[in-house]
């Protein structure tokens, strides 16, 4: 990554793995199982770029309304994905960490999220963020309502509220916002994830299918976002 600037923390909505199925004629669900291997790709790819913080948006709270088979294959891949990753956490020192409603998971996923968690909380590497049953709007509701139970026991007055206050009811409390947001597919929009955090975030949309997404795409990505001015709202 010579002469360029790294992002520190990199968003990615995984967009495509339905329709790269499609256009070769397999089930839906080999797409998401291809856009899992993916995901461990770009994970080992970003730390060898030195980006430090990665998070990427993995079931959002509306693709419940998805087909049941499509969710119950989703749910099985991230319950197979589960129980390797705290051997791969600690085997590349890297810090995971899941965000979203997780008590809208099943027993066995909250619990071995929480394992998770736990085994690789003292990890260096690079911070590996998962995004699931996610909604941004959720997340700010609840954070709402936290934030409400503070005030109401007296643990937080009113007036002491700012946005670093707010910030430290979000599930992403722990993390710096995103420098650069990455959506593949060719869609262009947010769709409800991380919609305070981005405020000031650099856009990158590509219509690469998540399954084809790659080092190269990184790159591209990154070299993008080292031709963007930021600002921050100043001159």
């Not at 970003?46 to 119950?72: C, H």
């Not at 650069?180 to 929009?189: A, K, N």
């Not at 000031?200 to 795409?217: M, S």
Request: aromatic fraction near 8%.
């Amino acid at each position: 990554m010579e002469n360029l600037n790294v992002p520190q923390h990199v968003a990615i909505i995984l967009d495509g793995n339905g329709r790269w199925a499609k256009k070769k004629h397999l089930p839906r669900n080999v797409g998401h199982a291809q856009g899992s291997k993916t995901v461990e790709k770009i994970i080992e790819d970003a730390n060898d770029m030195g980006i430090k913080y990665l998070t990427v948006y993995a079931f959002s709270t509306e693709n419940w309304k998805r087909p049941q088979d499509e969710v119950n294959a989703l749910m099985k891949l991230l319950r197979d994905y589960l129980k390797i990753c705290i051997k791969r956490a600690n085997k590349n020192n890297m810090k995971v960490r899941v965000i979203g409603d997780i008590s809208g998971l099943s027993e066995d996923l909250q619990q071995k999220i929480l394992e998770l968690e736990e085994a690789s909380k003292n990890n260096t590497g690079i911070n590996f963020t998962i995004a699931l049953n996610y909604g941004s709007r959720d997340e700010m509701v609840r954070a709402m309502k936290a934030m409400t139970d503070d005030i109401e026991a007296g643990n937080l007055k009113k007036e002491d509220i700012t946005e670093d206050t707010f910030k430290n009811y979000l599930d992403t409390k722990e993390l710096p916002d995103p420098d650069l947001l990455i959506r593949t597919s060719g869609e262009e929009r947010l769709s409800n994830f991380m919609l305070w955090q981005l405020a000031y975030t650099e856009f990158y949309f590509t219509d690469v299918l998540w399954p084809d997404f790659n080092k190269k795409e990184l790159k591209k990505a990154i070299e993008y976002y080292n031709g963007r001015d930021r600002r921050f709202g100043g001159i």
